[in-house]
């Protein structure tokens, strides 16, 4: 990522990232599918920590409650990340390519957090909303935590954007 | 269309698609970036009608009715279109590359629908969530919409998935 960050996304080869983490091409490969994907080493982890968190939540939680659940499980992944993440954002914004693959880890992540709510006995179309809604809170609690001034950490920010989608949905 | 219906999207070339609407090569490339964009159009004017409800709401509706209202504005263009939509879907549903544009083009309309609601005043936490709320409802509305055995119009299915939502959200 350094690699990224210092020559950018587009001029840094497969074969330079390779050689900095002591890997051949070919073991690169193994890895990752492609040069994206190493921006996105640990996602499946993060995934399956939060369908875990959807299964294992009390069986009277509410769809929403269950899908908050997973993202309660996550928040202290971030914790010591902060400035990492702000300069993996920076690289993923600055590039269209980048940020469609993080639209479909978000896309892929709804649905299995949707699937997961659909094995507690959800109807697919409550279930298929509560992961949505778990996906823009997590979005917009993300964004916030990278910027924020005060270095409240991600739990805050998850709770607060959940404060402000229940408060539009009402109105 | 028929062409990607037929013989299957990938299989298709350019210049097939041109030779059937009667263009040269250069006129498709300068109505269309690309030969993902020929099933997304109309999408622009699309997104501009959407912008303009929000824009002509009420000035007392909530943020989650000025969304809606963007929703509703469009229901009725579907009306015609359930059979063609469904091929377009089909299509798209098959090709990975279809849904990421799929995923860009809803991205994009959510950031403007987001915009739309900033300049009505509504704080921008609030205009994220609620425009992606209007996604979400969309989404899920088109999906049953599709699909539905009863033939009831779009308008009936983005309420229904609102109401869906609204108590999803409260529980």
Chains 1, 2 share one sequence.
């Not at 294992?56 to 409650?65: R, T």
């Amino acid at each position: 990522m350094d690699l990224y960050g210092g020559r950018g996304y587009e001029q840094t080869t497969v074969a330079e990232i390779a050689k900095r983490a002591g890997l051949t091409e070919r073991t690169f490969f193994r890895h990752f599918s492609d040069k994206r994907e190493v921006l996105f080493a640990g996602s499946h982890e993060l995934e399956q920590a939060m369908v875990a968190a959807v299964e294992e939540a009390p069986a009277d939680a509410s769809p929403l409650a269950a899908a908050m659940a997973a993202l309660e499980r996550i928040a202290e992944f971030f914790a010591e990340r902060r400035p990492h993440s702000r300069r993996r954002q920076a690289i993923i914004n600055a590039n269209p390519e980048l940020q469609e693959r993080e639209r479909n880890k978000l896309a892929s992540l709804s649905v299995s957090l949707a699937y997961a709510l659909r094995e507690r006995g959800v109807s697919e179309s409550r279930a298929i909303l509560a992961a949505e809604m778990a996906i823009a809170i997590f979005k917009l609690a993300f964004e916030r935590w990278l910027e924020d001034a005060k270095q409240r950490d991600m739990l805050y920010h998850v709770r607060s954007a959940l404060k402000d989608l229940k408060s539009v949905a009402l109105s």
